[in-house]
C-alpha cells in the first residue's frame, strides 16, 4: 500500500510516524545482504506527492541491496531506552523510483528541509509500499497498535 493509502487507512500510526520522522529527520533501515544477513543503516526519509520517500547514496550498499532484494524495514531513530516518543515501524517494500516528477518532488523537499539536494542522476530514491506498521510507547501509558491490511489497526495496553 502506497504512502498516501497507508494515511487513510491507518492515520493513528502514519501521523505519529510522520511526526517522528520530521523531528528526528533520521531513520534506521533493515536491508537483506547478499549472503541473507540484516543490514541495518541510517537514512533520511521525506514526503513527497504522497509517498514515503528514501533518498541513497548512488551504489551504496544498502541501496544495493533494496536493487536485489525489496523487502524492508523502516524504524523510527531511538536513543534512550524509555524512548518517551516510541517506536514506529513500518514494513513493505521498496519500489526504484525513476519518474522524474516524483524525483523532482524529492529533490525539492529535501532542500526545503535541508537547503541541498542531490544533483540527477547520482542517487538512488525509493518510496515505500507499506505491508505492516506498529507503534510502540513505553513506560506508564505504554501501548502497542499494530496495523496491516487484512485485520486493521489493533491496540492493547504493554503492561
Known amino acids: 500500500m502506497r504512502w498516501r493509502e497507508f494515511v487513510v487507512a491507518c492515520p493513528e500510526i502514519a501521523e505519529v510516524a510522520e511526526a517522528r520522522f520530521r523531528g528526528d529527520e533520521l531513520v534506521f533501515l533493515g536491508t537483506i545482504r547478499p549472503d541473507g544477513t540484516a543490514r541495518v543503516s541510517p537514512c533520511e526519509v521525506d514526503v513527497a506527492d504522497g509517498e514515503l520517500l528514501m533518498g541513497m547514496m548512488w551504489r551504496s550498499h544498502k541501496a544495493l541491496d533494496l536493487l536485489r532484494d525489496p523487502r524492508i524495514t523502516v524504524h523510527s531513530a531511538t536513543a534512550d531506552r524509555m524512548n518517551p516518543g516510541g ?73
Request: proline letters at 7%.
Open 87 to 159: 517506536d514506529v515501524k513500518l514494513r513493505g517494500r521498496a519500489i526504484d523510483v525513476s519518474d522524474p516528477a516524483l524525483r523532482r518532488a524529492y529533490r525539492e523537499a529535501i532542500r526545503e528541509r535541508i537547503g541541498w539536494a542531490p544533483d540527477e542522476p547520482e542517487f538512488h530514491l525509493f518510496s515505500l509500499d507499506v505491508a505492516s506498521a506498529a507503534y510502540l510507547r513505553f513506560g506508564d501509558d505504554g501501548v502497542a497498535k499494530v496495523w496491516d491490511p487484512v485485520r486493521g489497526v489493533r491496540e492493547r495496553p504493554l503492561h
